[in-house]
């Protein structure tokens, strides 16, 4: 299912990332936006995606090796979230709402001949990653939040608000910053 508050904890996921990259290893330039929208007029499901600042489509098929690891945590880190909020193995994310991402992601493990490192890396998100942050319950108050609160609707699709979601994710950063460091 798609709902609203799945696919905006999805994307907070994609987003959180890109600020953790930013701040802890000074990579990357932030988002340039985040968009939720329904697949349709009549539909209750929802897709969404963050758009990063000077990262383009192309940049898909031409990625230093250097930047690897960087494009790996922020695309998979939706699913992380979603993994979290839902209780679920993050597989199911990846085959289901997250199946753009995986996609997105075994390509560019092709392309830089490392696609024999998908399942072992998300065998350690599994298991290792999405446990400590559950065990630590570092995520818990993803299960109250509401996203109505921190998007705002732009003709037919909900645009996050940056400021808000910014301070959203700055109150993460402080207990989630070490575990995203070590991962």
């Known amino acids: 299912m798609h709902d609203l508050k799945t696919v905006f904890i999805h994307e907070l996921g994609h987003y959180t990332s890109h600020i953790l990259n930013k701040n802890i290893f000074n990579h990357g330039e932030g988002v340039e936006k985040m968009k939720i929208c329904r697949y349709s007029e009549s539909s209750d499901e929802y897709r969404g995606m963050v758009k990063s600042i000077n990262f383009t489509e192309e940049d898909l098929y031409y990625m230093p090796q250097a930047y690897l690891k960087f494009y790996i945590a922020r695309t998979i880190y ?106």
């Open 78 to 183: 939706g699913c992380v979230f979603q993994s979290y909020y839902l209780e679920i193995d993050i597989e199911i994310c990846l085959s289901n709402n997250g199946w753009q991402d995986s996609r997105n992601l075994k390509g560019v493990l092709k392309r830089n001949k490392k696609l024999n490192k998908f399942n072992s890396l998300v065998n350690i998100l599994s298991k290792d990653h999405i446990y400590e942050l559950k065990h630590h319950k570092i995520l818990d108050l993803l299960k109250d939040i509401n996203p109505k609160k921190y998007l705002q609707l732009n003709e037919d699709c909900f645009i996050a608000d940056k400021d808000k979601i910014e301070e959203l994710i700055n109150s993460l950063i402080p207990k989630l910053d070490s575990y995203y460091n070590k991962w």
